[in-house]
């Protein structure tokens, strides 16, 4: 959250009680919120790997965007009578439990803490929009090079690369169901990857070997994910360095 402005001490405090009271641990596979369910509580991924999704009724599955530490699974749950879509582990995940009461106190509010919970709604909104533009303008190629950049930039503003490597454990069926794809397909693509001397990957460690390059072929416009506003403090404003 602080990738949208800089907090007080107090907030911090704040944020860091909320966050540490109630957690919940989460399977590989298992909801963390089910699709037609609903919650007393907001789910703020701590650490692993997260997705929303949806299954159509033919069985086959839509992956909308994947969540990241720092990133709230449900934040407007107190709203809706039940969810939408479904939030599941991609690995084994960790989530902290903000109750409605909490949530609406602090959208609420006029300071901070309010517009940043509205700037991380407006960044996520901004992910699933361009998952609509892979699936109506980009080709194959381009998706996957834009799902892959995307994910660069985002861990590295959590601070989860090394060198422009970053973990990203999950399988190619994942990717396809993220991407529209077909497994083959995706598989094919992330080849013409590799041997363009894009990416590399080690296991589920994926190393972005020419990231102008990959932003290039991606068409990436980061505006998307409202970077700009990141000012203070220095060390958060820094780390997107020259990726947007």
Not at 4 to 29: G, K, N, W
Not at 169 to 189: K, S, W, Y
Request: with cysteine; charged share 30%; hydrophobic share 40%.
């Amino acid at each position: 959250m602080e990738q949208f402005t800089a907090f007080s001490d107090a907030e911090r405090r704040r944020l860091d009680e909320l966050v540490s009271d109630r957690r919940e641990r989460h399977a590989i596979r298992e909801d963390i919120i089910a699709d037609g369910a609903h919650s007393p509580d907001c789910h703020v991924i701590l650490s692993g790997l997260a997705c929303r999704y949806k299954i159509l009724p033919d069985g086959t599955r839509q992956i909308m965007a994947f969540l990241i530490p720092g990133d709230l699974c449900d934040a407007e749950i107190f709203i809706l009578k039940v969810m939408d879509h479904g939030v599941a582990a991609m690995t084994p995940t960790v989530t902290a439990l903000v109750s409605a009461e909490d949530m609406k106190a602090m959208l609420r509010e006029t300071g901070c803490l309010g517009e940043a919970l509205w700037w991380g709604t407006m960044t996520d909104l901004g992910v699933l929009r361009e998952r609509i533009i892979d699936h109506g303008r980009r080709n194959a190629y381009e998706r996957i090079a834009h799902l892959l950049y995307e994910m660069l930039v985002r861990y590295r503003m959590v601070e989860l690369t090394r060198d422009d490597s970053f973990d990203f454990p999950i399988t190619q069926t994942d990717l396809a169901d993220a991407t529209g794809l077909t497994p083959v397909h995706a598989n094919r693509t992330l080849q013409k990857l590799r041997g363009d001397g894009l990416i590399e990957t080690s296991g589920k460690t994926i190393r972005v070997c020419d990231p102008p390059r990959l932003k290039d072929v991606a068409q990436f416009n980061g505006a998307y994910l409202h970077l700009d506003r990141v000012q203070e403090p220095a060390r958060v404003g820094q780390r997107p360095g020259d990726l947007v």
